[in-house]
């Protein structure tokens, strides 16, 4: 069985973020900052470290400001420089040219019809996709420790992650077969079982690795859960034709599509910085008695 290297990843990033109104009237969710970076460059950085060479967005209508981030800025460079200030903070943001990649979802039909928006850049490759709002911090990282798993098994691999049975309904679900340390052989998937119907707890945390043969599917255009075109249906369908694996993440994972898990995720990860972590652990403490 050969392999091919996983060299693309694909970030949907074309929803309106409307559970953060008004904060996301007129900017992009993505660019919702934890601490003091954007919620997309975590996960940019995420795929970079992974080995990923080729950014996919597919974008939508208002999210001019998650483009230009990732690009040159030359009055704040230029002032920066004049006044003698580093530039270490913005440096490493601008990619190479010719990546990122924009394509647009005209309609917000569901997750896999945003995938099979970036069909034709995708083409023949294996691929990653990333949900930016699923913050995940842990060395290596989730989407490299994927990688390394998919180099030995192949075919398609997806993030795994244990949850309490009464959530199970909001997610992705695996129905699990043989396990092997953080990797789980997946024989079905259901999106967002009803109450009482999971086939496990191991729901999917927004990070895939897939075939392209998932495009061909999506080329259907079928709706599920929601009336909308779900990458968990199109995911089902290689199950038994391509090998199928989950993988247990080591590290934390925080939900900042929700805004309890938003703040959560500031928290930790300020209370982890050397500059700012002792003023906020000394606040939270007083706070808390």
């Not at 900052?33 to 996919?56: F, M």
């Not at 024989?187 to 109450?195: D, I, M, R, S, Y």
Request: aromatic share 6%.
């Amino acid at each position: 069985m050969t392999i091919k290297p996983v060299r693309k990843a694909v970030f949907p990033v074309a929803g309106l973020g409307t559970r953060f109104l008004p904060a996301t009237k007129a900017m992009p969710k993505e660019m919702l900052t934890v601490v003091d970076k954007p919620l997309i460059q975590y996960a940019v950085e995420e795929a970079l470290e992974a080995g990923i060479e080729q950014l996919i967005f597919v974008t939508g209508r208002g999210k001019g400001a998650l483009e230009d981030h990732f690009d040159i800025s030359y009055e704040l460079e230029a002032t920066m420089k004049a006044r003698g200030k580093s530039l270490s903070a913005i440096e490493h943001i601008r990619q190479q040219p010719g990546s990122p990649v924009y394509v647009r979802q005209q309609e917000p039909l569901g997750l896999g019809h945003a995938v099979w928006c970036a069909r034709e850049i995708v083409g023949d490759e294996p691929f990653a996709v990333l949900l930016p709002d699923e913050l995940m911090v842990g060395t290596p990282n989730f989407l490299a420790q994927m990688v390394g798993a998919y180099e030995k098994v192949g075919g398609n691999v997806i993030g795994a992650l244990e949850v309490a049975e009464s959530e199970t309904s909001k997610y992705g679900v695996i129905s699990p077969g043989v396990r092997d340390g953080a990797l789980t052989e997946v024989t079905a998937l259901v999106e967002k079982p009803a109450a009482g119907t999971a086939p496990s707890n191991l729901m999917i945390p927004g990070r895939y690795i897939l075939q392209p043969e998932v495009m061909t599917i999506l080329d259907a255009k079928e709706t599920g859960a929601g009336g909308e075109i779900q990458l968990t249906d199109a995911m089902a369908k290689l199950i038994g034709q391509q090998p199928f694996h989950g993988f247990t993440f080591n590290g934390e994972r925080y939900d900042c599509g929700d805004k309890a898990g938003f703040i959560m995720a500031n928290l930790a990860l300020a209370l982890e910085r050397e500059d700012i972590g002792p003023g906020v652990r000394a606040f939270a403490q007083a706070r808390l008695g």
